[in-house]
C-alpha cells in the first residue's frame, strides 16, 4: 500500500474518532501500563522553553506542559478535528499554542534550530517515514535540545494471550508469539468501526534511526507501571500482560 493511502486512512480515522479518545494518552501518561512523568521526570524543568509536539491530538500534553510554565508551545497533527478539539481545550484553559495541520513526514515550515524540546506522546509510531520524520525533528531543534517519544513496545503486537476466554486467562491462559519481530510491514488493525495501519518496527530501528538523525540516547524506557508490576491474581488480561513484558516504552534522545 502507497504511504500516502495509508496516512489518508489514518486521517480519515482521526477525523472521524478523535472525540473518543479526547485526553487519552497524554501527559503525564506516556503510554498504556507505563510510568508516568511524575515518576520518570525526563522532562525536567520546562519554565521558559520552546516546545513542539508531534502528532499533538487533542492538546492535553500541551496544556500540561503551559501549565509547567513553558514559554512558547507548537502543536503538529494531520487531523483537522484533533486540532480543533485542542484549540478549544487551550483557549478553555486560558493558553494558547501554534497549531499546524501537517503530516509529521512533511516540512510545514516549523523554524529551525528554534525549540528546546521536541515531544510526541504515542504518536511517532504513526509515521511512514521513520528517518525523515528524525531528521526533520532534529532539524528543529537546537543544538543539545531534547526529543522525548513514547509508542507501542514492538513485544505487544507479538505476543498474545493463547486464551480468548477472558475467564480462563489467569488460570489457564498463555503468552505464544503471534508475530515475528523482525517483521515490520504494515498491517490492518480494527477499532471502533473503522481500521487503522500500523507498522511494527523493531526497537533497534528506532534507535538506529535516531543515531543516523544525529540524536545521542539519554534514556530509554520499557517498564511496566508499578501497579501491574505488583498485582496478584488480577483477571485484566492487559495489567497480566503488563506483568510479564514492556507495553510501551519511551525513550529520551539529545541533538548533538
Known amino acids: 500500500?502507497?504511504?500516502?493511502?495509508?496516512?489518508?486512512?489514518?486521517?480519515?480515522?482521526?477525523?472521524?474518532?478523535?472525540?473518543?479518545?479526547?485526553?487519552?494518552?497524554a501527559l503525564p501518561i506516556y503510554g498504556v501500563r507505563f510510568p508516568t512523568e511524575d515518576e520518570l521526570h525526563l522532562f525536567g524543568d520546562v519554565s521558559g522553553k520552546r516546545m513542539l509536539e508531534i502528532c499533538c491530538g487533542s492538546g492535553h500534553s500541551l496544556l500540561y506542559n503551559a501549565k509547567k510554565g513553558a514559554g512558547e508551545l507548537w502543536g503538529i497533527d494531520l487531523s483537522e478535528k484533533q486540532l480543533a478539539n485542542a484549540s478549544w481545550l487551550l483557549a478553555e484553559n486560558g493558553c494558547s499554542a501554534k497549531l499546524i495541520c501537517a503530516k509529521?513526514?512533511?516540512?510545514?515550515?516549523?523554524?529551525?534550530?528554534?525549540?528546546?524540546?521536541?515531544?510526541?506522546?504515542?504518536?511517532i509510531g504513526w509515521t511512514t517515514d521513520l528517518q525523515g520524520t528524525f531528521d526533520k525533528i532534529a532539524s528543529y531543534l537546537k543544538?543539545?535540545?531534547?526529543?522525548?517519544?513514547?509508542?507501542?513496545?514492538?513485544?505487544?503486537?507479538?505476543?498474545?494471550?493463547?486464551?480468548?476466554d477472558r475467564r480462563d486467562v489467569f488460570d489457564n491462559g498463555k503468552l505464544v508469539m503471534t508475530k515475528s519481530y523482525y517483521d515490520e510491514s504494515y498491517f490492518k488493525m480494527p477499532v471502533d468501526d473503522s481500521e487503522i495501519i500500523l507498522c511494527n518496527r523493531k526497537i533497534s530501528t528506532y534507535i538506529n534511526a535516531l543515531a543516523k538523525a544525529g540524536f545521542v540516547i539519554e534514556k530509554l524506557v520499557e517498564d511496566s507501571d508499578k501497579a501491574s508490576l505488583e498485582s496478584e491474581n488480577d483477571p485484566d488480561p492487559k495489567t497480566r500482560k503488563a506483568k510479564m513484558l514492556p507495553i510501551s516504552f519511551c525513550i529520551k534522545a539529545r541533538k548533538l
Open 1 to 25: 500500500m502507497h504511504e500516502e493511502e495509508i496516512i489518508e486512512i489514518n486521517k480519515n480515522y482521526w477525523n472521524e474518532h478523535a472525540d473518543l479518545w479526547f485526553g487519552t494518552t
Open 104 to 123: 509529521m513526514e512533511d516540512d510545514p515550515g516549523v523554524p529551525k534550530e528554534y525549540f528546546d524540546y521536541v515531544y510526541s506522546i504515542y504518536g
Open 143 to 164: 543544538k543539545d535540545g531534547i526529543f522525548i517519544f513514547s509508542w507501542h513496545h514492538t513485544l505487544n503486537y507479538c505476543i498474545a494471550w493463547s486464551c480468548d
